[in-house]
């Protein structure tokens, strides 16, 4: 079953929302493709010179270490379709 998420990201660079389109049913762990890991890698801070560390990937992983090839898991939320994630310096 595929499912449309929306991550939403509110960090250092301000709020930004990217949508997925994942295959799993509501409240299912799933493992991303290497170009979703890379637009969410990418979506927080697309600056190749700052240092925030921001990423859209939620916590649980290090997605500044992640290699091509390593799986990154996301769970697909049991009500609704967005995923909020605070980054490092939330903006108010």
């Known amino acids: 079953m595929k499912t449309k998420i929306t991550i939403t990201h509110n960090g250092f660079h301000g709020y930004t929302s990217r949508a997925l389109v994942v295959d799993g049913?509501?409240?299912?762990?799933?493992?991303?493709?290497?170009?979703?890991?890379?637009k969410l890698k990418r979506a927080a801070c697309g600056m190749k010179d700052c240092t925030c560390g921001e990423s859209l990937i939620p916590r649980?992983?290090?997605?500044?270490?992640?290699?091509?090839?390593?799986?990154?898991?996301?769970?697909?939320p049991k009500v609704g379709t967005e995923i909020e994630i605070n980054g490092n310096y939330p903006q108010r």
């Open 25 to 38: 049913k509501p409240g299912e762990k799933v493992a991303l493709t290497d170009s979703q890991i890379k």
């Open 60 to 76: 649980q992983q290090d997605a500044w270490s992640w290699m091509p090839g390593d799986p990154i898991f996301i769970t697909i």
